[in-house]
């Protein structure tokens, strides 16, 4: 007990920092935290409004609604909320983790798995920035170990386990898999009635997304994410779909490294190889093979690191496993005499964790804050920078690349005032805009030398 709450603690103070050190949401963020102050100031279907699943933006908004979100201005109170909700969740799941591992591989696993965890860079940078993972690592940790640690004749981990895995596709599409592949794992072996038990609490649970769309009027669909995974990835115009998906493939391992740390998937993969002889049966298959599901499926859209820390998350016990049986044979046995070893085998992450993120966007918040006043009653804001968008109490836009014809096509728009896009990114010509009755606007001194440098252009009419 006293090794998991220091765990706890450990974890707790790194996402603190790195939260501190966040300047602004990531790029999806932006829109997370937009359904959740719409949820906040009731319109609840907000949380249906976009290709996100709900239950984050559910649990920021409600966190925002009830509770102090300590942020130094109004404007900033979301983003606050946000972090404070993915943060709390992205520690906590230190503890499942670590019961996991200490039940199936060992107590000195179990250490190096929750070391890793709490230390490992994207673990802790993803729930800074407000993105869904902080609660998804929860659910992923807990429902892994209680389908882990539920037998035949088991009532309660079956079913918190099928909760948990409800609870994790109301969060992330990705979440179905720990139902999809968890009830089978059961059943194979021996275990059909907890099984049966945990595939109809994660369907009850997951049933509530559907639902709720439907009843805001978005129609019964599944989840959101299919058509836009199909539009954006191996289904875009001109996209051969296999050489789209053998190439992004190849990309996706060599993200893998990075999402769930450059010593965490070497040792992954020893661990797995030291769990000899293998057996489906074996909890190792189940977490290894979770992983293995998402490495294969994120191909249809793009290779992201971010994609695959959720169930990244679960290679570290196989990770602690290779420590406990490899670590005293590459160093001596006492505690002091291996610090020099502990100290390499974190570097990468203990030298990125206390950076500054985000403090190239500063600006894109600082601008919206500026034009939030002016576009009030109804004035709208054309760009392909979400966090512009959000920052200035619009809607973001998509998740995906914004062409320039959709800007374009948007400051055509009558309620639009301002237009602002980065040139190099976004090629739209500044006569268009000119054409259309818009101007250089007119901004303060400092701003206006910050957007500069960002090489951000701003137009008004």
């Given at each position: 007990?006293?090794?998991?709450?220091?765990?706890?603690?450990?974890?707790?103070?790194?996402?603190?920092?790195?939260?501190?050190?966040?300047?602004?949401?990531?790029?999806?963020?932006?829109?997370?935290?937009?359904?959740?102050?719409?949820?906040?100031?009731?319109?609840?279907?907000?949380?249906?409004?976009?290709?996100?699943?709900?239950?984050?933006?559910?649990?920021?908004?409600?966190?925002?609604?009830?509770?102090?979100?300590?942020?130094?201005t109004p404007e900033?109170?979301?983003?606050?909320?946000?972090?404070?909700?993915?943060?709390?969740?992205?520690?906590?799941?230190?503890?499942?983790?670590?019961?996991?591992?200490?039940?199936?591989?060992?107590?000195?696993?179990?250490?190096?798995?929750?070391?890793?965890?709490?230390?490992?860079?994207?673990?802790?940078?993803?729930?800074?920035?407000?993105?869904?993972?902080?609660?998804?690592?929860?659910?992923?940790?807990?429902?892994?170990?209680?389908?882990?640690?539920?037998?035949?004749?088991?009532?309660?981990?079956?079913?918190?386990?099928?909760?948990?895995?409800?609870?994790?596709?109301?969060?992330?599409?990705?979440?179905?898999?720990?139902?999809?592949?968890?009830?089978?794992?059961?059943?194979?072996?021996?275990?059909?009635?907890?099984?049966?038990?945990?595939?109809?609490?994660?369907?009850?649970?997951?049933?509530?997304?559907?639902?709720?769309?439907?009843?805001?009027?978005?129609?019964?669909?599944?989840?959101?994410?299919?058509?836009?995974?199909?539009?954006?990835?191996?289904?875009?115009?001109?996209?051969?779909?296999?050489?789209?998906?053998?190439?992004?493939?190849?990309?996706?391992?060599?993200?893998?490294?990075?999402?769930?740390?450059?010593?965490?998937?070497?040792?992954?993969?020893?661990?797995?190889?030291?769990?000899?002889?293998?057996?489906?049966?074996?909890?190792?298959?189940?977490?290894?093979?979770?992983?293995?599901?998402?490495v294969l499926v994120?191909?249809?859209?793009?290779?992201?690191?971010?994609?695959?820390?959720?169930?990244?998350?679960?290679?570290?016990?196989?990770?602690?496993?290779?420590?406990?049986?490899?670590?005293?044979?590459?160093?001596?046995?006492?505690?002091?005499?291996?610090?020099?070893?502990?100290?390499?085998?974190?570097?990468?992450?203990?030298?990125?964790?206390?950076?500054?993120r985000g403090a190239?966007?500063?600006?894109?918040?600082?601008?919206?804050?500026?034009?939030?006043?002016?576009?009030?009653?109804?004035?709208?804001?054309?760009?392909?920078?979400?966090?512009?968008?959000?920052?200035?109490?619009?809607?973001?836009?998509?998740?995906?690349?914004?062409?320039?014809?959709?800007?374009?096509?948007?400051?055509?728009?009558?309620?639009?005032?301002?237009?602002?896009?980065?040139?190099?990114?976004?090629?739209?010509?500044?006569?268009?805009?000119?054409?259309?009755?818009?101007?250089?606007?007119?901004?303060?001194?400092?701003?206006?030398?910050?957007?500069?440098?960002?090489?951000?252009?701003?137009?008004?009419?």
């Open positions: 007990m006293r090794t998991r709450l220091l765990l706890l603690i450990l974890a707790a103070a790194v996402r603190g920092l790195v939260a501190l050190r966040t300047e602004v949401p990531a790029r999806d963020g932006a829109t997370y935290l937009w359904m959740a102050e719409r949820c906040a100031a009731g319109e609840p279907c907000a949380l249906f409004a976009t290709v996100f699943h709900p239950l984050y933006a559910a649990l920021t908004g409600a966190w925002l609604r009830w509770l102090p979100a300590g942020a130094a900033l109170a979301a983003m606050a909320a946000g972090q404070w909700v993915a943060c709390a969740c992205a520690a906590l799941a230190v503890l499942p983790l670590h019961a996991l591992t200490e039940r199936h591989f060992g107590a000195r696993a179990a250490l190096a798995a929750g070391v890793l965890y709490a230390l490992g860079a994207w673990f802790a940078r993803h729930p800074a920035e407000c993105m869904s993972e902080g609660p998804f690592f929860l659910w992923v940790a807990g429902c892994a170990f209680g389908l882990t640690a539920a037998g035949p004749g088991a009532v309660g981990m079956p079913l918190l386990a099928g909760v948990l895995a409800g609870l994790a596709f109301l969060t992330r599409p990705e979440g179905a898999a720990l139902a999809l592949l968890g009830a089978p794992w059961l059943w194979l072996r021996g275990a059909r009635a907890a099984a049966l038990l945990c595939a109809g609490a994660a369907a009850a649970v997951a049933c509530l997304l559907p639902l709720g769309a439907w009843l805001c009027g978005q129609g019964l669909v599944l989840t959101p994410k299919a058509g836009f995974v199909y539009a954006d990835g191996i289904g875009q115009p001109g996209v051969v779909p296999v050489l789209h998906y053998f190439t992004e493939l190849g990309q996706t391992l060599l993200a893998a490294a990075e999402a769930v740390g450059f010593v965490a998937l070497p040792l992954a993969v020893a661990g797995l190889w030291l769990r000899r002889p293998w057996s489906l049966r074996d909890p190792a298959a189940l977490l290894a093979g979770l992983f293995a599901l998402q994120v191909p249809l859209l793009r290779s992201n690191l971010r994609f695959l820390a959720g169930y990244g998350m679960l290679l570290l016990p196989l990770a602690g496993l290779a420590w406990q049986r490899l670590a005293p044979l590459v160093a001596p046995p006492r505690f002091v005499a291996r610090l020099p070893l502990l100290f390499l085998a974190f570097l990468p992450d203990l030298m990125r964790l206390p950076q500054a190239e966007r500063v600006v894109e918040r600082e601008l919206g804050l500026h034009l939030r006043p002016q576009l009030r009653d109804g004035a709208r804001l054309a760009t392909e920078m979400p966090r512009l968008h959000y920052f200035a109490g619009q809607r973001p836009g998509p998740p995906r690349e914004i062409r320039p014809e959709e800007v374009l096509a948007d400051a055509r728009g009558l309620a639009t005032r301002f237009v602002a896009w980065v040139p190099l990114r976004t090629p739209l010509a500044s006569d268009a805009l000119v054409a259309l009755g818009y101007r250089p606007a007119v901004l303060p001194e400092p701003l206006a030398r910050s957007i500069a440098a960002r090489g951000i252009l701003v137009y008004e009419r």
